[in-house]
């Protein structure tokens, strides 16, 4: 199995919200960053947001989806989840989760990654 596997795409109107699941197995969930990012067509992935427990929860956000999503975790399922609000059409893109070692903004760093799920904003 799939060290990460996603779920919770799909098409929403500009405005509407979605939430994104990834589940993992096999891992150490709780030692781990886990990380969403997207990457839309023609461009580059890019970060979006990260979670790791750092003698408390240690949230970091991209800029542009600030105030909008918000990253949590469910340490009994080992489950991450991305709650995604007030989407726009620039939100559109595959959404990756990814697990790594170290709490950072960088894709490259990232240990474990999901299989990637679609979201697409229509206006």
């Known amino acids: 199995q799939a060290p990460l596997v996603e779920s919770g795409g799909g098409l929403v109107q500009a405005g509407g919200s979605l939430r994104l699941s990834c589940t993992a197995s096999?891992?150490?969930?709780?030692?781990?960053?886990m990380g969403w990012f997207r990457q839309a067509p023609g461009k580059e992935r890019e970060f979006v947001a990260a979670?790791?427990?750092?003698?408390?929860?240690?949230?970091w956000y991209a800029d542009s989806v600030k105030g909008r999503f918000t990253i949590s975790r469910d340490y009994a399922k080992n489950t991450v989840y991305l709650q995604m609000s007030s989407l726009k059409p620039e939100d559109t893109a595959v959404y990756y989760c990814?697990?790594?070692?170290?709490?950072?903004?960088?894709?490259?760093?990232?240990?474990?990654w999901g299989q990637g799920t679609q979201v697409t904003v229509s206006s």
């Open positions: 990814a697990a790594g070692i170290v709490l950072i903004r960088e894709a490259g760093n990232y240990n474990y």
């Open positions: 096999g891992l150490s969930f709780s030692s781990y960053a």
């Open positions: 979670n790791k427990w750092i003698g408390g929860g240690v949230t």
